[in-house]
Structure formats: C-alpha cells, structure tokens
C-alpha cells in the first residue's frame, strides 16, 4: 500500500481530462455476459475497480482484451461457472451486478458478500426483492445463494430504495427474461441510461430510462454492440471542486453538459464562478460564500458521491453551511478528520453536518475511509498550509485514475510514499 505526501497552499491551474464513467463501466461490463458475440467498450476509465471487474469476467470463462487500457474487447461465449472468485467480489460492490447475467447464463448464482465502501450501510434487499419478483429463489448458504430453475420471468415491480444499482441489476435481469417487465421507482442516473442504450444496441426493446419507470422488453437472443462510456460527471465534480478550494483557475474536459448541471448548481451556491464554455467546464477563482443549506438527492439533485468534497469547500466559504446528507450516514463520519486540520464543524446527527468558515486547514496524517472522502481529504490536503500524508491512496484509486499525474499536471506539490 502507498502513501501520498501532498504540500497544501499552492493555487492550482491549468486543464484536466476526465475519464469515463466508472459507475457506467462496472454495469456496461455485466451487460456483456447477456450475449455470446463480441462487445467493445471504450474510454474506459484506468481505474482499480474496472480491473477487478473484468478479472471477475476472466474468472467465468470470458476473453477480455484491453485490461490495463481503455479499450475492452469482451465475449462471453461460455461461462463456465456461477460462482465468480470471493476475493475479487470481496473487493468490488459493484460485483453485485454480475448476478443477473449469471441467473440468465447458468441458472444459478453464488456470491460471496460483496467489499467496497460502507458494505454494511448500502445493503442488497433491495437487489435480492427484484430478483425474487422474476421467479429467483434464494437458497441457505454463505453469502448469496441464488437460483432460478426455471429461468428469469418477466414481472411488474416497485423498488423499494431508487438505488442505482437495484435499478441496473433489476433492468440486467429483465433484458434476459421472454417477455415485457416493468420497474417502478426506477433510479434516472445518467449511468443507468447509459446501461440501457448500450442493451438496446445489442437488440433489447427499452423505454423510459432517465425516468421513474422502465420498461425491458428482454428475452431476445442479444449480439454484440459497441459503446464509448460517457465522461464521469463526479470525477469533473471532484476536479471542479479541487479548483474552488484552492482559488485555483482550471477547465475540466470530456463531461457532458447535461451531467454537470447538477455540480455547478451547487458550486453556484457557494459563490463559485464556474460553467461551460464550449466543450469544458470552467472554474474561475473565486471567493466561496456558505450556501446556507445544501441537501443531497436523488438524480437531478446533488449527488451523494461528491456530499464530502463540497463540505471540505464549505470549510473555505464565508459563513455557515448546513451539509445534509439523507441518503448515507457514513460519508459525514469519514470528515471527522477535517476537525484535526483546525476545521469548524458540528456533527448534528449522521446525516447533518454545520461547517463553519472560513478556516486555515492544516496539513496532517490523513486516512482515507472510503473512496470519495479520501479525494476529499486530498483536496483538503491542497488547501491546507504544510505537509499532509494520506493513506492508503489505493482506496482513492479505485475512482481516480491517473490521480497523482493529473494533481501534477494542475500545479499541486505530491510524492508518492512506499
């Protein structure tokens, strides 16, 4: 594992590339188990996660071409097992999304409980009761024994949580069942509809991705498709936010306009000058000015993803912010660390944090939770005056990718430390 010595203080500058989506990578990789011809994804994000994923689909029989890169050729024309490798699930969340395809090729899925960040807080009823209304039946065992001998059934049903990936497994799973399933209390995420556009390329019949009810018409023998991942509206977030918090000036290239209303609306109430300006997203210096209240929400709202970095940018704004996150109460108790850097805070509850700035941070050792508290803490990190050591920046990494070249290329003093 590596540590990442940062020196706070400098005014960051210059342009930044994003990657693509990682939370449209993990599902568009599952999607390529549905068929037996050829998928090609590209500008895949270099990221840890994605690698874990497709070693998941080498583990069960694929030909995966293009680890390492951002081009992934995939064909699954056998999967030769249902249980994919418990330690790459161990270290993937989004290894969850694997268990559609699988009830589709085999039957029969087994999966060890998935790892990632807040395995405890982010459950899978959610997962399991869309399966289980599609003829799943889930046998005793260790981690998740799921079966369907009778294969996949289309059905109506209501998700009780919009989660993403309850919506992506629910909507992998329906693609494969003969006939037409409609899901209700859908999540509208960009990520979601991108996951469908990709599997009406290769022949399922889909309305109503990016609204509350999908419809999947599924059964159909499916080909392959090609796909180009959209750019990553949280990683441009990320760096947008990076920017704000240093006084720096920098533009964010490869994000949808669509996708980044959402992160300038909320940069916008902190008093941050920023927008787009052709194809890039710009953030000028500016002086940060407390937003009063800034809640999370399901999409269009503000993104639960980027609720830790926007308190770090709060710690730099003039007056009180109230930071209310409904949706995850383990995010708020990651920043604890924000209050050994000299921050103003108050932990209201789980989910309510009042920030209090402006505030000098200062650098110190710094221990990265989660994947986006630690791009929050490297970002406070940059703020702060002195040195700061964040560890492990692996967990950052697995959303990051070409982290520390990016942070070097805008200007920002880091090493990397065995």
């Given at each position: 594992?590596?540590?990442?010595?940062?020196?706070?203080?400098?005014?960051?500058?210059?342009?930044?590339?994003?990657?693509?989506?990682?939370?449209?990578?993990?599902?568009?990789?599952?999607?390529?188990?549905?068929?037996?011809?050829?998928?090609?994804?590209?500008?895949?994000?270099?990221?840890?996660?994605?690698?874990?994923?497709?070693?998941?689909?080498?583990?069960?029989?694929?030909?995966?071409?293009?680890?390492?890169?951002?081009?992934?050729?995939?064909?699954?024309?056998?999967?030769?097992?249902?249980?994919?490798?418990?330690?790459?699930?161990g270290r993937l969340r989004g290894s969850v999304l694997l268990v559609g395809p699988l009830l589709a090729r085999r039957g029969r899925a087994r999966l060890a409980p998935p790892g990632g960040d807040f395995p405890a807080r982010r459950a899978l009823s959610t997962h399991?009761?869309?399966?289980?209304?599609?003829?799943?039946?889930?046998?005793?065992?260790?981690?998740?024994?799921?079966?369907?001998?009778?294969?996949?059934?289309?059905?109506?049903?209501?998700?009780?949580?919009?989660?993403?990936?309850?919506?992506?497994?629910?909507?992998?799973?329906?693609?494969?069942?003969?006939?037409?399933?409609?899901?209700?209390?859908?999540?509208?995420?960009?990520?979601?509809?991108?996951?469908?556009?990709?599997?009406?390329?290769?022949?399922?019949?889909?309305?109503?991705?990016?609204?509350?009810?999908?419809?999947?018409?599924?059964?159909?023998?499916?080909?392959?498709?090609?796909?180009?991942?959209?750019?990553?509206?949280?990683?441009?977030?990320?760096?947008?936010?990076?920017?704000?918090?240093?006084?720096?000036?920098?533009?964010?290239?490869?994000?949808?306009?669509?996708?980044?209303?959402?992160?300038?609306?909320?940069?916008?109430?902190?008093?941050?000058?920023?927008?787009?300006?052709?194809?890039?997203?710009?953030?000028?210096?500016?002086?940060?000015?407390?937003?009063?209240?800034?809640?999370?929400?399901?999409?269009?709202?503000?993104?639960?993803?980027?609720?830790?970095?926007?308190?770090?940018?709060?710690?730099?704004?003039?007056?009180?912010?109230?930071?209310?996150?409904?949706?995850?109460?383990?995010?708020?108790?990651?920043?604890?660390?924000?209050?050994?850097?000299?921050?103003?805070?108050?932990?209201?509850?789980?989910?309510?944090?009042?920030?209090?700035?402006?505030?000098?941070?200062?650098?110190?050792?710094?221990?990265?939770?989660?994947?986006?508290?630690?791009?929050?803490?490297?970002?406070?990190?940059?703020?702060?005056?002195?040195?700061?050591?964040?560890?492990?920046?692996?967990?950052?990494?697995?959303?990051?990718?070409?982290?520390?070249?990016?942070?070097?290329?805008?200007?920002?003093?880091?090493?990397?430390?065995?």
């Amino acid at each position: 594992m590596s540590k990442l010595l940062i020196e706070g203080g400098r005014r960051l500058a210059g342009r930044v590339e994003v990657e693509g989506n990682k939370n449209a990578a993990l599902p568009l990789i599952a999607a390529c188990m549905l068929t037996t011809d050829e998928c090609v994804l590209t500008n895949m994000p270099l990221i840890s996660d994605v690698d874990v994923m497709a070693r998941l689909l080498l583990d069960l029989g694929a030909t995966v071409d293009g680890i390492g890169t951002t081009t992934l050729r995939i064909r699954c024309q056998q999967i030769i097992k249902d249980e994919p490798d418990r330690m790459l699930v161990g270290r993937l969340r989004g290894s969850v999304l694997l268990v559609g395809p699988l009830l589709a090729r085999r039957g029969r899925a087994r999966l060890a409980p998935p790892g990632g960040d807040f395995p405890a807080r982010r459950a899978l009823s959610t997962h399991l009761e869309a399966l289980a209304s599609m003829g799943t039946r889930m046998l005793e065992g260790p981690g998740h024994q799921l079966e369907v001998p009778d294969g996949l059934k289309p059905t109506s049903m209501y998700l009780f949580e919009a989660s993403v990936t309850a919506t992506e497994t629910a909507v992998l799973a329906a693609a494969a069942a003969t006939g037409v399933s409609e899901i209700r209390h859908a999540a509208c995420e960009p990520h979601v509809v991108e996951l469908c556009e990709f599997l009406q390329r290769m022949g399922v019949g889909i309305t109503g991705a990016g609204t509350s009810t999908i419809r999947v018409a599924g059964g159909a023998r499916l080909g392959g498709a090609e796909h180009r991942v959209w750019g990553d509206y949280i990683d441009a977030g990320s760096w947008a936010v990076i920017a704000a918090v240093t006084g720096g000036d920098i533009e964010i290239a490869g994000a949808r306009a669509a996708d980044m209303e959402v992160v300038a609306a909320v940069l916008t109430r902190l008093n941050i000058q920023c927008g787009m300006a052709g194809d890039l997203f710009r953030v000028e210096q500016s002086k940060p000015k407390a937003a009063g209240r800034l809640t999370t929400g399901l999409w269009p709202g503000f993104p639960s993803d980027l609720v830790s970095l926007v308190t770090v940018l709060a710690t730099q704004a003039d007056g009180r912010t109230l930071v209310h996150d409904w949706m995850y109460e383990l995010r708020l108790f990651a920043l604890e660390q924000l209050s050994a850097m000299s921050a103003d805070l108050f932990l209201c509850d789980p989910h309510r944090i009042i920030v209090t700035g402006p505030r000098r941070l200062r650098g110190r050792p710094l221990d990265s939770r989660d994947l986006r508290s630690g791009m929050a803490l490297i970002a406070a990190a940059l703020a702060a005056d002195g040195e700061s050591l964040l560890a492990e920046l692996e967990t950052v990494q697995r959303g990051y990718g070409h982290l520390v070249d990016r942070l070097r290329t805008l200007g920002a003093k880091v090493e990397l430390v065995p």
